[in-house]
């Protein structure tokens, strides 16, 4: 028996102690859900938690942030449906002016039409905002560090020596070798849009080559456009200047005979051109760049190009003649390729998006789990 130290009593404390400490994290543990309630209980665990929870946080976010950017897109897309419409009624106007049962009266009342149509073109592309951005003014396109011209080419057209250019006219052949027809007394006539006025030059074929293609008459040069070949000696046209405003729409060629007659194979294998290169004007780059991901630099870019009657080449576009009326509708043509083109890469960037989400989803949930393991309590341990 010791009177100085009750060891007894000093073991019965501790163990006490103990108990109560034990029962208390127990309490602690299954009142809060949470194995791991401060640094002290896991200081391991619980740094790798936490980073594992900011990023369930971010892919969270993310999520709503590919929602958010199909939002967007849905909008720029819906406005581009109405486009597509008022596109389609323009080159119905313009198939109707081309017809040559028409008056002058009536032709004025389709430019009438065709004038209106075209500054809605022009509101939607000034007013389709997401959240107050505009979409479809070119602001949120891809920067643009110099003016570019557009090219037009031609690959109807078969060489028959070193260069298309130095062909007579009258020697011309398809692709297929077979002759176009065209002779020494027929009219060529090179038409084509430039910022909204429809030009025309007209020359007798001769004994001119493809190169008075960028004549105004046969002999004088054509500021606007300039003729060449490129290298697969494939004819082509591209403007002389940079920029929307300098833009060769609508190009047409076509030969008539002299009695004024078209001369249809000619004419459709010399107007075969295809916009290979659009204008563009210089801009700075505002692209959508959509945070997909937890992390920095996870992120996708989106461009929307301008949607405007000018970026489509048709401002101003006129109607009031058959000749107008012809190269109107390939130019309307090109514009509605455009948006067509556009919209297609609206819906293939929603649908990635689509995707995206599923994908945020499901990483969140398993890294949910993963955290789950290492921060909640396990009731049946706890207790």
Do not use: C, P, W
């Not at 040069?221 to 300098?246: P, S």
Request: glycine share 8%; net charge negative; no cysteine.
């Amino acid at each position: 028996m010791r009177i100085n130290h009750n060891i007894a009593a000093l073991n019965t404390y501790r163990q006490f102690n103990n108990a109560n400490n034990a029962q208390g994290k127990s309490m602690e543990k299954l009142s809060s859900g949470l194995r791991i309630n401060k640094a002290g209980d896991d200081a391991a665990g619980l740094a790798i938690s936490e980073k594992m929870r900011g990023q369930v946080r971010g892919l969270d976010m993310a999520s709503k942030n590919a929602q958010d950017g199909i939002s967007m897109i849905a909008t720029a897309e819906g406005a581009l449906n109405e486009t597509h419409d008022i596109l389609q009624r323009m080159r119905e106007l313009s198939v109707q002016s081309a017809n040559d049962a028409n008056t002058d009266g009536d032709r004025k009342n389709i430019q009438d039409e065709v004038d209106q149509l075209g500054k809605e073109v022009d509101r939607i592309r000034n007013t389709t905002q997401f959240n107050t951005k505009n979409l479809l003014d070119g602001t949120m396109d891809k920067g643009q560090a110099t003016a570019v011209a557009n090219v037009n080419s031609n690959t109807s057209v078969k060489t028959a020596t070193a260069s298309v250019l130095t062909d007579a006219l009258t020697t011309l052949t398809d692709k297929n070798g077979n002759s176009l027809g065209i002779t020494a007394t027929d009219k060529i006539e090179v038409s084509y849009v430039k910022d909204g006025a429809t030009v025309t030059n007209s020359f007798t074929a001769g004994a001119l080559t493809v190169a008075a293609l960028n004549t105004t008459d046969g002999t004088n040069a054509d500021g606007n456009i300039t003729v060449a070949a490129d290298a697969n000696k494939n004819l082509t046209v591209t403007a002389a200047a940079a920029g929307l405003d300098k833009a060769i729409n609508g190009l047409t060629i076509t030969v008539k005979d002299s009695s004024g007659n078209v001369r249809a194979g000619a004419t459709n294998a010399l107007s075969s051109f295809t916009e290979t290169t659009a204008a563009a004007n210089v801009n700075t780059d505002g692209q959508a760049t959509f945070q997909i991901g937890a992390n920095t630099g996870q992120n996708i870019q989106l461009a929307f190009k301008d949607m405007g009657t000018a970026a489509l080449g048709i401002k101003d576009i006129k109607v009031g003649n058959q000749g107008q009326a012809n190269v109107a509708v390939k130019a309307i043509d090109t514009a509605i390729t455009k948006v067509s083109s556009e919209r297609s890469k609206l819906g293939a960037f929603q649908n990635r998006l689509d995707h995206t989400i599923n994908n945020l989803s499901t990483s969140s949930e398993n890294l949910t789990a993963a955290e789950s393991r290492i921060r909640d309590v396990d009731y049946a341990l706890a207790a």
